[in-house]
């Protein structure tokens, strides 16, 4: 990873406490005005309009109030930086240019607040600098918005939660009071401009969250520390809280603390081109990254179930997987993942008498596909050294950790630490029932893809992922990062004859929706739901999609409207894919092809059928010469979709 900067500095020592600092963006269109009295304060403004105020922010620490009862600072120090930052992994640009202002005010009581103000939004953090360990009572942070303000978010009864609630649109002060709303938390003013709330480089800290107070306020909240946890029941539910201690975290007294951010796009097309939270991050911790393959994965969890036209009775079994492995090398998608049922949900050496996993790792290597298993955390933890052992030993280049459904400082502990170690044995993640991405990703980036959202497998037992939802997860949940949505279901239907079915799932909307999302939804590792004989059948569909790869280099977004549609292109290379998907609206859209380098490209696309608005399964692939001057007219079914991809002729 390359980044390089120029630094601007100087020092202003002794500031009164009453003092006002004005902190601008590069482009001077975001101001924050820093005010230090009693409390500290932040004021933002985007061209002048204010759009929210963080008010009382401060640390609790061991009883003393750090951000209150202000006297004096020590010093500020100012600094203006431009970077280039080239990510290891590339889910949105090759190179992400970095460009803020920033203002450490440095405390007499040794801590320091540090704000930065981006042309793409603002973010500040606490650092501390005590020779002991320190207790962490509390955070408190109030946010303040407009009158007919309104915002998305996900609620949650509890911390105990895996992110998995369904996306609520409403006014600021008509918020639930009685539950816990999780980040990302998008703010959507009154002018049209965007605030999304979120945090990065959440490293040994328990994860933010908001809680209404009935007003145009919202306060900070924190799981607790774990005191005592929960081992009853279902083996998915263990680990989970009982009880904790009355402070969120035990830290090191030297420390920098969570990016608290808020990142502001004028319009609903700024938000998917926002990287605040990978650009706070910590970098790079893996001396030599070059080993980590992004990638398709198949798997067995639906897979399985829906298996047809073969010799051998499909399950958990050798001849199974061999079949999922054969399809994986046919097609070039990188992995097969065993998932739940592989082995005892409470042993990982329990494994099932009808798979010889030997056997299978032996197939695998011989196909060169990659090989990834699914745990349940906590067994994983209670084993997790002969655990580590005994992957490593059978080749195992992937784990896919499931049901943490937690964010506490424990937690959050559990993440780094198994990145940690999975990078050190050359194995990626991909982190199911899990917390939103904030800033891990980047510093060990063979944590490929999260969960923290309602995804495809809620299809088979609820109505939630509508094409709506699906036009709301790039604005929010994306912004976080890579998502493990699973797209590209061969079973699809309109919203007259869809019905959830448990083993196999239907997805709402049209087939080309569902391929679109292979260019849409960002994961440098994308899943696919289905078996190999509904890929086998739609064979025409399925070669296509083996065609898109899963790292980007560019991103043009060409009409957004949170909750509506989405259509965007993205470049491999000399390459680029073409994205788009609508609700249950039908619309037309005109997309200029002039991203395009000069040449000619040869374009090939899968769209809606004439016939898709009544049988979802309906499709029309054709191709074209095009160049730079090329204009597109597409049509989109309800829940309709297009896809293209645009290769460079030689």
Known sequence: MKITYTIICFLLFNLVSGKEITLNSPDSKIEVVISIDENIRLKTYYLSKLLFKADNISLNIEGKDFGSGIRKTKNIKTNTVKAEIHPVIREKYKVIQEHYNEIRIVFKSEYTIVVRAYNEG??????????????????????????????????????????????????????????????????????GVNVLVSESDLKDYPGLWLKSSNSLRLTSAHPGFPKQLKYDGSPYGHGQVK???????????SRDFPWRIFAIAPTDSELLANTLIYQLASPCEIEDPSWIKPGVVTFDWWGRRGIYGTD?????????????????????????????????????????????????????????????????????EKQKEKAWDKFE???????????????????????????????????????????????????????LTFEAL???????????????????????????GPMDYIPYTTHNAQKSNWRPVGDIPMGQGTRAHSMAQFVIYESPMQMLPDAPSDYYRERECTEFIS????????????????????????????????GAITNWEKRSFEISLEFLDDGEYHL?????GINADTRAIDYEKGSMSVTRSTNLTIYLAPGGGYVAQIIKKK
């Not at 790292?551 to 491999?572: C, F, M």
């Not at 090939?604 to 809606?608: A, L, T």
């Open 122 to 191: 603002m973010a500040y953090r606490f650092i501390t600098d005590f020779a002991e360990k320190i207790i962490v009572n509390s955070e408190k942070l109030e946010l303040n918005f407009n009158e007919n303000d309104s915002a998305y978010f996900q609620q949650s009864e509890s911390f105990n939660s895996s992110y998995e609630t369904p996306y609520q649109h409403t006014s600021i002060s008509d918020i639930a009071t009685d539950k816990y709303c999780n980040l990302p938390f998008l703010v959507k003013n009154s002018t």
């Open 243 to 253: 009880d904790h201690e009355e402070f969120i975290a035990d830290v090191d007294g």
């Open 312 to 380: 051998f009775k499909s399950g958990v079994n050798t001849e199974t997987a061999k079949y999922f492995i054969d399809f994986a090398a046919e097609f070039g998608f990188e992995y097969f993942l065993f998932d739940d049922g592989w082995s005892a949900k409470d042993d990982l050496f329990q494994v099932t008498p009808e798979l010889d996993m030997e056997a299978v790792m032996a197939y695998a290597r011989e196909k060169k596909v990659k090989i990834m298993l699914w745990v349940i955390w906590n067994t994983f």
């Open 393 to 447: 030993q059978w080749g195992i280049s992937g784990i896919k950790f499931d049901f943490m459904n937690r964010d506490d400082q424990k937690m959050v502990q559990f993440y780094y630490e198994v990145a940690k170690e999975a990078a050190r044995r050359k194995m990626v993640i991909d982190f199911h029932g899990a917390y939103k991405p904030s800033g891990l990703r980047r510093s060990y980036p063979n944590v």
């Open 454 to 480: 309602i995804e495809f497998e809620y299809n088979g037992w609820t109505k939630h992922v509508t094409p709506r939802h699906d036009n709301i997860l790039p604005y929010l949940r994306m912004v976080t």
């Open 547 to 578: 065609g898109i790869p899963v790292e980007w280099d560019d991103l043009n977004v060409l009409h957004a409207k949170i909750g509506e549609y989405t259509v965007l292109s993205r470049r491999n290379g000399q390459d680029w894919y073409i």
């Open 604 to 608: 090939e696309f899968i769209r809606d």
